[in-house]
Nanobody, 126 residues
Framework: QLQLVESGGDLAQPGGSLSLSCALSGFTLDHYAIGWFRQAPGKEREGVSCLSSKDRSTSYADSVKGRYTISRDNAKNTVYLQMNSLKPEDTAVYYC???????????????????WGQGTQVTVSS
């Protein structure tokens, strides 16, 4: 059974940093692309970043480029999202998601992903 569990969400001040984790079970990162998405109240879910399986290529939304970094630890079967220079508009529930994609580049469209975690709340406020 494929399962994704996010953690690390918290309250942070503007300009601060948080690191989110997405622990995976039931599958490995060798054949799955992983994406991070977020949904703020009253807004549609948007893709934030993704990590491809084989070549580990990455993609970022323009709104987070230069501030967020996605990475993975194969030994821990975990994907991370390091978020720096946080802004109030980064406030949202953050989700990680997975799709079987042994080759090719990952995408930031939620319809491309088949498996989802339960989400973790990130609040940026002074």
């Amino acid at each position: 059974q494929l399962q994704l569990v996010e953690s690390g969400g918290d309250l942070a001040q503007p300009g601060g940093s948080l690191s989110l984790s997405c622990a995976l079970s039931g599958f490995t990162l060798d054949h799955y692309a992983i994406g991070w998405f977020r949904q703020a109240p009253g807004k549609e879910r948007e893709g934030v970043s993704c990590l491809s399986s084989k070549d580990r290529s990455t993609s970022y939304a323009d709104s987070v480029k230069g501030r967020y970094t996605i990475s993975r630890d194969n030994a821990k079967n975990t994907v991370y999202l390091q978020m720096n220079s946080l802004k109030p508009e980064d406030t949202a529930v953050y989700y990680c998601a997975a799709v079987f994609l042994p080759w090719g580049d990952c995408g930031l469209t939620d319809g491309e992903y088949d498996y989802w975690g339960q989400g973790t709340q990130v609040t940026v406020s002074s």
